[in-house]
C-alpha cells in the first residue's frame, strides 16, 4: 500500500460546502459540542462535554474566547530573568567554562520551556488561548536550534507575546514581533546595521507574516530591511547595561535615517534619532503602511491561515467566499482578531457536517488530548511529539509546519499507535478506576463504553462498532458481570487498558 492508498484508507471525502457564515442558531448536540472543543483547544473531558452541550453556539463561544482572557496566566518557570556573563570579556582561561554554561542552558532550558508549554496545553481546556497561542507560533516562526545563542528566556518572553494577544489586534501582534528579541536573533536583525541592512526579517514579514508572495517587491524588501537597522537585544548581565537583560533597545549611531518608500508608502527621513521617535515613527510606521495599503491581501492572507487551523487544512480545498468573509470582517474591526474567531466558530458553517473529522490530529492534538487523562512523564510525551513531527519552540524551518496529511504516514501511525498505547497500559489500576468515574452511570457497560467511544473518536459508533468495543471492555464476560469488574482495580483496570488500546487503532481515534 503506498502513502495515498494508505492516508485514504482512513481520511473521509474531501468535501465542501458553500454556505456563508451565518449563525448557527440551535443547541449544540453533544457531537458539536466535541467537534468544537476539539478544535479549539487540546484537551478535554467528560464534564466539559457535559457543560457544553445544550448551550447555544454563541455562548459556548464566547466562553472559550473570554476564557482565554480572564483565566490566570499561567507561572513563569522560575529562570525567565537568569543572565549571563559576557564571555569575551572574562580573562581566557575562564571564557570556555562560561560559554558551556550559555550553550548547556540554551538547550536544557529550552527543552524545559517544552515541557511547560505542554502542561499549559493540557491545563487549559475550557479556552481558546492554548490553540491560539500555538498558532501564532506556527505562524511567526522562531526556533531555538540555531547557529546562534537562542535563550530560552527570549522564547518563554515571544510565547508569553502570543499568549497575551492571541486575540487582539494585529497590528500589536506585528509590532511587537517587529521588536521581539527571539525574532531579531532568529531572523538577523541583532546584526542589521545602516551600512548593512540584513533582509532576512524585511523579507519573512512580507512572504510569511503578513501578505505572502507576489504582492511586495525586492525594493520593499530592501526598503523594510533600512526601516528596521539599529535594533538589538542583550542576554549578557555586563553588555549594554543601561537597557537591562532581555529587552529589546536601539542603537542611533546603527540606523538608517534617510527617506524610505515602502508598499506605495513613505517614511520621511529623520532628524531625531531617538529610540522613542525611530519607533513611533519607523516601526509604527511601517505597521501602519502595512495594515492601509495592502489590507485587502493581508486580511486574506490571515484568514486563510485560521481557515486551515480550525476548519479545513487541505489548500485544495478552501472556501473562498467564507474565507473573503472572514477577511472583511477582519477589516471591519480595525484587524481584531476575537471577532474573526467568533464570527467563524459560531456559524453553520463550522458546524456544518463537511467540516467535521476532516482533520488530521497534530502530534499537539495527539499527545495532549489523551495525556490530559492519564498520567505521562513530560519527556515522554514531548519524545514522542518530536518524533511523529512536532517539536514545539522548534518548527523544521522559517516557513513552519506544513502540516496536513504530512502529519501521519505508514511510518509515523503505527508509531504513534503504539506510543499512545504505551501511555495507556503504563497507567495504574486504582487511577484508571479513579478516571471513570467521571462518565455517567459507569457502572452500566454500555452507557460507559459509548461515552468513552464519543469522546475520544470523531465519529459516534454505529450498533455493530458498539457491540464490538463492549466486548473488547468485557474480554468475553456478560454484560452484567461489569457491575463487579468495576469494583476491583486490577480487573477493571486491565479491561479498561485493553478497550483503550484498541480503540486507538481506529482512524477516527486519529481525526479531529
Known amino acids: 500500500m503506498n502513502r495515498t492508498e494508505f492516508l485514504s484508507s482512513f481520511m473521509p471525502a474531501d468535501t465542501q460546502q458553500t454556505d456563508s457564515l451565518i449563525p448557527f442558531d440551535k443547541k449544540l448536540t453533544q457531537q458539536q459540542a466535541l467537534h468544537l472543543l476539539r478544535r479549539t483547544t487540546f484537551a478535554t473531558n467528560w464534564q466539559t462535554v457535559k457543560q457544553f452541550t445544550g448551550k447555544s453556539a454563541s455562548e459556548a463561544v464566547e466562553l472559550l474566547l473570554t476564557n482565554g482572557i480572564s483565566n490566570p496566566k499561567p507561572f513563569a518557570p522560575f529562570w525567565i530573568d537568569k543572565a549571563y556573563k559576557a564571555w569575551w570579556k572574562l580573562p581566557k582561561a575562564e571564557q570556555q567554562a562560561a560559554t558551556d554554561v550559555v550553550y548547556k542552558d540554551v538547550y536544557e532550558l529550552n527543552y524545559e520551556l517544552k515541557r511547560w508549554w505542554m502542561k499549559e496545553m493540557t491545563d487549559d481546556n475550557v479556552s481558546v488561548r492554548e490553540k491560539m497561542t500555538l498558532f ?5 516562526t522562531t526556533k531555538f536550534a540555531i547557529d546562534q545563542v537562542m535563550p530560552a528566556q527570549l522564547m518563554y518572553r515571544q510565547n508569553n507575546l502570543f499568549r497575551t494577544l492571541h486575540q487582539g489586534n494585529f497590528r500589536a501582534l506585528l509590532e511587537g514581533i517587529i521588536m521581539d528579541g527571539a525574532m531579531l536573533i532568529f531572523l538577523n536583525g541583532q546584526d542589521s546595521t545602516k551600512k548593512s541592512p540584513n533582509e532576512n526579517f524585511s523579507r519573512e514579514l512580507l512572504e510569511l507574516f503578513a501578505l505572502g508572495i507576489g504582492n ?3 525594493k520593499d524588501v530592501q526598503e523594510g530591511a533600512r526601516i528596521l537597522t539599529g535594533w538589538r537585544t542583550n542576554f549578557f548581565s555586563d553588555e549594554y547595561t543601561f537597557n537591562g537583560t532581555y529587552k529589546t533597545f536601539f542603537l542611533p549611531y546603527e540606523h538608517d535615517t534617510n527617506t524610505k518608500t515602502y508598499l506605495d508608502g513613505t517614511i520621511e527621513a529623520s532628524s531625531n534619532n531617538t529610540e522613542e521617535e525611530t519607533l513611533k515613527n519607523e516601526v509604527k510606521g511601517m505597521v501602519d503602511i502595512i495594515l492601509k495599503n495592502r489590507a485587502e491581501v493581508l486580511s486574506m492572507f490571515i484568514c486563510e491561515k485560521l481557515y486551515r487551523y480550525f476548519v479545513y487544512s487541505n489548500p485544495q480545498k478552501m472556501n473562498v467566499d467564507v474565507v473573503k468573509e472572514m477577511a472583511q470582517t477582519f477589516r471591519d474591526s480595525s484587524f481584531e482578531i476575537r471577532p474573526v474567531l467568533a464570527k467563524l466558530l459560531k456559524s453553520s458553517f463550522f458546524f456544518d457536517e463537511a467540516n467535521v473529522g476532516v482533520q488530521l490530529k497534530t502530534p499537539a492534538e495527539l499527545v495532549v488530548g489523551i495525556t490530559k487523562h492519564f498520567d505521562v512523564k513530560g519527556d515522554w510525551k514531548e519524545w514522542v511529539m518530536v518524533t511523529l513531527g512536532q517539536e514545539l519552540l522548534n518548527p523544521p524551518n522559517v516557513a513552519g509546519w506544513v502540516g496536513y496529511r504530512k502529519w501521519s504516514d505508514t511510518r509515523t501511525y503505527p508509531f504513534a499507535v503504539q506510543q499512545v ?4 497500559w503504563g497507567q495504574k489500576d486504582e487511577d484508571l478506576q479513579s478516571w471513570i468515574k467521571q462518565f455517567d452511570d459507569y457502572e452500566d457497560v454500555r452507557k460507559l463504553t459509548l461515552q468513552m467511544c464519543t469522546l475520544f473518536l470523531v465519529k459516534p ?17 456478560p454484560d452484567y458481570e461489569w457491575y463487579n469488574m468495576v469494583k476491583i482495580a486490577g480487573t477493571m483496570g486491565g479491561r479498561v487498558k485493553y478497550f483503550l488500546a484498541q480503540l486507538i487503532k481506529s482512524p477516527d481515534f486519529h481525526l479531529t
Open 136 to 140: 501564532w507560533h506556527g505562524h511567526f
Open 216 to 218: 511586495y517587491t525586492e
Open 461 to 477: 459508533p454505529t450498533d455493530v462498532q458498539l457491540d464490538k468495543h463492549v466486548k473488547n471492555l468485557l474480554g468475553g464476560s
Open 421 to 424: 498505547g504505551g501511555f495507556i
